[in-house]
């Protein structure tokens, strides 16, 4: 848990540094892409393969093209039909998408039903943070975020499941994770990229830089590898920890308006969501 907790305060940081200083000048699928590529060259020194089956090589780029590579598709598309509180409102179903992944496809034992009501709670929490008015076209960006959603909880799931030794051992091959969302974003970038926004100045290429190595290579590295060792209920509730994180993040850096009185709400909620299935677990060793 404390991992997991260190990098959901890192990729705070790394929301308002977009929205900030990249948002408006770089084209995102273009963005996505140079994060990808700077996360695979900071693990190219660590790969080591040669113990991997080629159908574990396969599931492991699979699952980073789908968590990072087709989420971001997705979610940059929707920002063309809704706005961004409306994304952020969207992506609460990830908790519960999380569990229900889990229950019915990787997992032969249904899980605890305190863990189904941890990820509602943590839903809640987050929507009291940040529910807003909803705008008339909102249907196709909901379908479109709910995809992203669908694709960010599978990868978290099906990587938490597959079998990859210690943590060591996990460094050797994670650079396939990125090779696989590389190879995605940088097609959709050819696909959907808009050459003329491209990263021009040096504020923009070292926000790029420590997206890159930092929050992505990094981040999601130290993500994976701990979700191992934490249950799905607890997994699921921290993804919407993001969501306080973030919207204080803002407020300390760029004075943006913060609802402190649903902010200290929502984040109650939310710790109590993830609280919980550790408490379960502790009462049923």
């Given at each position: 848990m404390?991992?997991?907790?260190?990098?959901t305060?890192?990729?705070?940081?790394?929301?308002?540094?977009?929205?900030?200083?990249?948002?408006?000048?770089?084209?995102?699928?273009?963005?996505?892409?140079?994060?990808?590529i700077?996360?695979?060259?900071?693990?190219?020194?660590?790969?080591?393969?040669?113990?991997?089956?080629?159908?574990?090589?396969?599931?492991?780029m699979?699952?980073?093209?789908i968590?990072i590579?087709?989420?971001?598709?997705?979610?940059?598309?929707?920002?063309?039909?809704i706005?961004?509180?409306?994304?952020?409102?969207?992506?609460i179903?990830?908790?519960?998408?999380i569990?229900?992944?889990?229950?019915?496809?990787?997992?032969?034992?249904?899980?605890?039903?305190?863990?189904?009501?941890?990820a509602?709670?943590?839903?809640?929490?987050?929507?009291?943070?940040?529910?807003?008015?909803?705008?008339?076209?909102?249907?196709?960006?909901?379908?479109?975020?709910?995809?992203?959603?669908?694709?960010?909880a599978?990868?978290?799931v099906?990587?938490?499941?597959?079998?990859?030794?210690?943590?060591?051992?996990?460094?050797?091959?994670?650079?396939?994770?990125?090779?696989?969302?590389t190879?995605?974003?940088?097609?959709?970038?050819?696909?959907?990229?808009?050459?003329?926004?491209?990263p021009?100045?040096?504020?923009?290429?070292?926000?790029?830089?420590?997206?890159?190595?930092?929050?992505?290579?990094?981040?999601?590295?130290?993500?994976?590898?701990?979700s191992?060792?934490?249950?799905?209920?607890?997994?699921?509730?921290?993804?919407?920890?993001?969501?306080?994180?973030?919207?204080?993040?803002?407020?300390?850096?760029?004075?943006?308006?913060?609802?402190?009185?649903?902010?200290?709400?929502?984040?109650?909620?939310?710790?109590?969501?993830?609280?919980?299935?550790?408490?379960?677990?502790?009462r049923?060793?």
């Amino acid at each position: 848990m404390p991992t997991l907790i260190i990098i959901t305060l890192l990729w705070a940081f790394s929301f308002s540094l977009i929205g900030e200083f990249l948002a408006r000048d770089v084209d995102a699928y273009i963005a996505v892409f140079i994060r990808m590529i700077l996360a695979l060259i900071l693990l190219l020194p660590f790969l080591k393969i040669g113990h991997l089956s080629r159908s574990r090589r396969l599931q492991l780029m699979a699952i980073g093209g789908i968590q990072i590579g087709v989420m971001y598709l997705l979610l940059y598309h929707a920002f063309l039909y809704i706005s961004v509180a409306e994304v952020l409102l969207f992506t609460i179903f990830t908790p519960l998408y999380i569990t229900l992944l889990d229950e019915q496809i990787l997992n032969r034992k249904p899980l605890p039903k305190i863990w189904w009501l941890a990820a509602v709670i943590s839903v809640v929490g987050a929507a009291v943070i940040r529910y807003q008015g909803l705008s008339p076209d909102f249907l196709t960006g909901f379908l479109l975020i709910q995809g992203a959603n669908i694709c960010f909880a599978l990868g978290q799931v099906a990587y938490k499941r597959l079998p990859l030794g210690s943590d060591r051992e996990q460094l050797q091959v994670y650079g396939l994770f990125f090779l696989g969302a590389t190879l995605v974003s940088g097609l959709g970038m050819l696909l959907f990229g808009n050459f003329e926004r491209l990263p021009t100045t040096w504020v923009h290429w070292t926000v790029l830089l420590w997206l890159g190595l930092g929050a992505s290579g990094c981040g999601y590295l130290a993500w994976s590898i701990a979700s191992k060792k934490v249950n799905v209920g607890q997994l699921a509730t921290m993804n919407n920890a993001l969501i306080p994180a973030g919207l204080l993040v803002n407020f300390l850096l760029w004075g943006q308006d913060v609802n402190w009185a649903t902010l200290t709400l929502g984040a109650i909620i939310i710790g109590f969501a993830v609280w919980l299935p550790s408490y379960y677990r502790t009462r049923h060793k």
